[in-house]
């Protein structure tokens, strides 16, 4: 479609009149949540979950006994240099039902963090991530004899890359783990809408008992799940949530007459996954993996697809992207392919802002074919 600058003109208006009323309308509900339908177990009218970062000493020292004392079980997600010094603790930790997460090795975060400057993740690749989360993992398995679940994202950022190379590697974490959680968010999770690979966690540091009360009865009226994220856990001090604090959580929580599930992350993500019939998460199969090099994933893509699913059958979407079906009907996808190569290599085709070569046929048969995925119903294709 052509558009000219009336149209334009008329477009832009728009979306900023949708914008503006969007806005209007966020400020004067505040933010306010409403109630969800959602079947916790036993009656139960919302979910709290513990987490915890880094493998503080202290939390083995103690935070843990303050939780066992409840019979509470929280999830931790562990640095391995910081859990080495108390191993025997995480162990027995692990031993008691404590969910043991996924923190990355080095616990990179961006790079305007000085301390984070050698290891920040502007300056990783998806590649590295990938290769980084699945060493984390594997060192957790080598130590506690079972493969994590859940993985906290260091600082709470899902990106690498800097710029127009910034990537996200939520798709990874949503491949590797049944959950992602993310930190400093500003609700609970709603278990019908939530996506697990990206759960927000509310802060726990520093906060007293009532400013918590307040969160869990404002997530009890919706329905919501609230995943509170500490690191120190003692009695005073920088980015620890206060021992009193988790003792007065861990008391209400577990009072029958609150109505209050508690539980680490793994056990009620497994259950909201259940009651949406979400499918496990499972390994990336190839053409899904951003971390591939293109010519691989459409390879495999391409070696999945039936006739019924070849590109000269989606003649919409073929002039979408500026070149049009095969007109021989017995043309395989490999076929559209090439011709889509050979057509930005002579430069006849022209391509968003004009742009042209063969540098742009990779990107734009990329948002082909994850268009023609999701026609199909195939899965992503990022």
Partial sequence: MILNRKNVLALFIGVI???????????????????????????????ISLTF???????????IPVLESHG???????????????????????????????????????GNFSWSREKALEDYTLLQMSNELDSASRFIEEVFGVYPVSFGYPCGQTYVGRGQQTRSYVPLVSAMFASGRTWLDEGPNDPEQCDLAQ?????????????????????RES????????????DGGVQTSLLSTIDSICSYASDPKNEIWID?????GRYVREQRSVPLHTEMLPYQNPVIPVDRRIDDLISRMTLAEKIWQQPALAGAYNFGPPTNETATVRDVVEMAHNSFGRGEVRYGNGSDGPHEADRVLLGFLADLLHERGLGFFS
Avoid at 21 to 44: I, V
Avoid at 223 to 234: N, T
Avoid at 264 to 268: F, M, T
Wanted: proline content about 3%.
């Fill in 17 to 47: 009149t949708t914008l503006t009323m969007l806005a209007q309308g966020y400020e004067e509900q505040g933010h306010e949540r409403t109630s969800t339908d959602f079947n916790w177990p036993e009656g139960k009218k919302m979910a």
């Fill in 53 to 63: 970062d880094d493998a503080r000493l202290s939390q083995i020292d103690k935070g």
């Fill in 72 to 110: 509470v079980k929280a999830t931790f997600y562990i640095s391995p240099d910081l859990l080495m010094q108390r191993l025997d603790g995480w162990k027995k930790a692990a031993l008691h039902g404590h969910d043991i997460g996924n923190h990355t090795l080095v616990h990179p975060c961006t």
């Fill in 199 to 219: 759960l927000t966690g509310m802060e726990l540091d520093g906060k007293t008992f009532d400013q918590i009360l307040s969160l869990i009865e404002t997530a």
């Fill in 223 to 234: 329905g919501s799940w609230l995943i509170l994220a500490g690191h120190e856990m003692d």
């Fill in 264 to 268: 680490h992350v793994a056990n009620v």
